[in-house]
């Protein structure tokens, strides 16, 4: 014999000799999953993000962190007081952004804006470059942009940049702009020589760096707050979609077309870039680059991009080297669920290669694609992260296995079609995408 109990959300059904202490652990269980589902809702709405893209523990960690400041001690109660204050979605947001950032967190995109704001030769018009930094965290990026084109000799008069944050927390430490050593981490620190002097607090900023900067509480998500913003010659939207649920991406990828000048130049992180390939942006010939165009504005700047590539000697690709994200149908299209396992060590791994920790995340790739049977996107992954550190050959080998294990997984076709055209094999680089189109079409 069983008894139902309907709480509302989902019928529990019990066994009669079940106690009554099993029974309330069993309601309570379901309370939570109930409270968990408002709270997740809620932050997927508001800045996009997909909780499995994070993990539970961090999750779980924000909510408890929260909990104990309010002094709530259950998770049902939380979510109502979350449900009925936006002031609470606030400090929530708070707790789960964590800034992972440093000055010139890599190298390539900055040399890359130097030479294509001196090409464009605007600057000898008087002419003023808009540029913007989406997510800015503490201030890193803007502030390296500023001095990249400090450095490259442009006046302070001709570019000034806007850097956007959801964050209260992280905008109040840009402003401050007084880093330690942890934000130095580029290996080249002549430019700490320059622009920053030791105080006791750590290395302060110089002004006239600091004053190239205006930071704004802003979300991506937000289409009148973007639309507010006006267009920008060169937008930087660095390691932030790949927390995003696939709709957030879709906006916010919309948000960047519309916000950039027609040929204007897009960076994007290389674990998102995937993201931009083959739909309204078309990529810029520069390894590690991870940069865009518009595609309205592609034969545009097609000489352009010889123009630079004749000058620094770079090898051309295709596209970046280390795309992640866009998610395939074989793969990473399901409905969202609490991720396993498995999901949290690739969530973490995923996370390393980001971070630019390549040598770990790929020790880690490796020791479980040993202990696990063979998996898509695991090859796919560790394909990447080889990439990025520059071992191609193996690269290849690792999106081959993947496509022989789901001959639907998109992104490795992609990849190997990028690896193809590195080559000179435009015939083969051709068919691959061919087949990645049709199957991002349903064919």
């Known amino acids: 014999?069983?008894?139902?109990?309907?709480?509302?959300?989902?019928?529990?059904?019990?066994?009669?000799?079940?106690?009554?202490?099993?029974?309330?652990?069993?309601?309570?269980?379901?309370?939570?999953?109930?409270?968990?589902?408002?709270?997740?809702?809620?932050?997927?709405?508001?800045?996009?993000?997909?909780?499995t893209t994070i993990g539970d523990s961090t999750f779980e960690r924000a909510v408890n962190s929260r909990m104990k400041a309010l002094g709530i001690a259950e998770v049902d109660?939380?979510?109502?007081?979350?449900?009925?204050?936006?002031?609470?979605l606030r400090q929530l947001i708070e707790e789960i952004v964590i800034p992972e950032t440093w000055f010139f967190r890599d190298q390539a995109p900055f040399t890359l804006l130097g030479e294509h704001v001196l090409k464009s030769g605007k600057f000898q018009q008087q002419y003023v470059f808009r540029i913007l930094s989406l997510p800015c965290s503490t201030g890193e990026e803007p502030y390296s942009i500023a001095m990249t084109l400090l450095q490259a000799g442009l006046p302070p008069s001709c570019f000034y940049i806007d850097a956007v944050d959801v964050s209260e927390r992280v905008l109040v430490l840009a402003r401050?702009?007084?880093?330690?050593?942890?934000?130095?981490?580029?290996?080249?620190?002549?430019?700490?020589?320059?622009?920053?002097?030791?105080?006791?607090?750590?290395?302060?900023?110089?002004?006239?760096?600091?004053?190239?900067?205006?930071?704004?509480?802003?979300?991506?998500?937000?289409?009148a707050?973007?639309?507010?913003?006006?267009?920008?010659?060169?937008v930087f939207c660095r390691n932030v979609l790949i927390y995003f649920c696939e709709e957030a991406q879709r906006q916010a990828i919309s948000a960047l077309?519309?916000?950039?000048?027609?040929?204007?130049?897009?960076?994007?992180?290389?674990?998102?870039?995937?993201?931009?390939?083959?739909?309204?942006?078309?990529?810029?010939?520069?390894?590690?680059?991870?940069?865009?165009?518009?595609?309205?504005?592609?034969?545009?700047?097609?000489?352009?991009?010889?123009?630079i590539l004749d000058n620094t000697g770079e090898d051309s690709l295709l596209a970046p080297s280390l795309p992640a994200v866009r998610k395939s149908k074989s793969v990473f299209n399901r409905p969202a669920a609490r991720p396993s396992g498995k999901d949290?060590?690739?969530?973490?791994?995923?996370?390393?290669?980001?971070?630019?920790?390549?040598?770990?995340?790929?020790?880690?790739?490796?020791?479980?694609?040993?202990?696990?049977?063979?998996?898509?996107?695991?090859?796919?992954?560790?394909?990447?992260?080889?990439?990025?550190?520059?071992?191609s050959a193996e690269a290849l080998k690792l999106?081959?296995?993947a496509v022989y294990l789901d001959p639907g997984h998109v992104e490795s076709l992609?990849?190997?079609?990028?690896?193809?055209?590195?080559?000179?094999?435009?015939?083969?680089?051709?068919?691959?995408?061919?087949?990645?189109?049709?199957?991002?079409?349903?064919?």
């Not at 707050?225 to 060169?234: A, E, N, Q, T």
């Not at 630019?356 to 694609?369: I, V």
């Open 1 to 51: 014999m069983t008894d139902k109990l309907t709480s509302g959300h989902e019928d529990i059904c019990f066994f009669t000799q079940e106690t009554p202490a099993v029974r309330q652990d069993c309601i309570n269980h379901v309370c939570m999953k109930s409270a968990k589902k408002k709270i997740v809702d809620s932050l997927e709405r508001s800045i996009g993000l997909a909780i």
């Open 399 to 401: 999106f081959r296995k």
């Open 176 to 223: 401050r702009a007084v880093y330690r050593e942890n934000s130095f981490r580029s290996g080249e620190l002549a430019f700490r020589q320059r622009f920053f002097h030791k105080t006791d607090k750590g290395f302060e900023l110089n002004k006239t760096v600091r004053e190239k900067v205006r930071f704004l509480k802003g979300n991506i998500l937000h289409p």
């Open 344 to 391: 949290e060590e690739f969530n973490l791994v995923r996370q390393l290669a980001d971070e630019g920790k390549l040598t770990e995340a790929a020790r880690r790739s490796e020791q479980y694609l040993r202990e696990h049977d063979p998996s898509a996107r695991w090859y796919y992954l560790l394909g990447v992260i080889r990439d990025s550190g520059g071992q």
């Open 77 to 88: 109660a939380y979510a109502e007081k979350f449900s009925a204050s936006t002031v609470e």
């Open 257 to 307: 077309y519309h916000i950039l000048m027609p040929e204007g130049l897009l960076f994007t992180g290389h674990a998102e870039s995937g993201l931009f390939f083959g739909g309204q942006f078309v990529a810029v010939a520069r390894s590690k680059a991870f940069a865009f165009y518009k595609k309205e504005s592609a034969a545009a700047a097609a000489a352009r991009q010889e123009e």
């Open 225 to 234: 707050f973007m639309k507010g913003l006006g267009r920008y010659d060169v």
């Open 414 to 443: 992609l990849q190997l079609s990028l690896l193809a055209e590195r080559a000179g094999d435009s015939a083969g680089a051709a068919n691959y995408k061919r087949r990645a189109k049709r199957l991002q079409e349903g064919g």
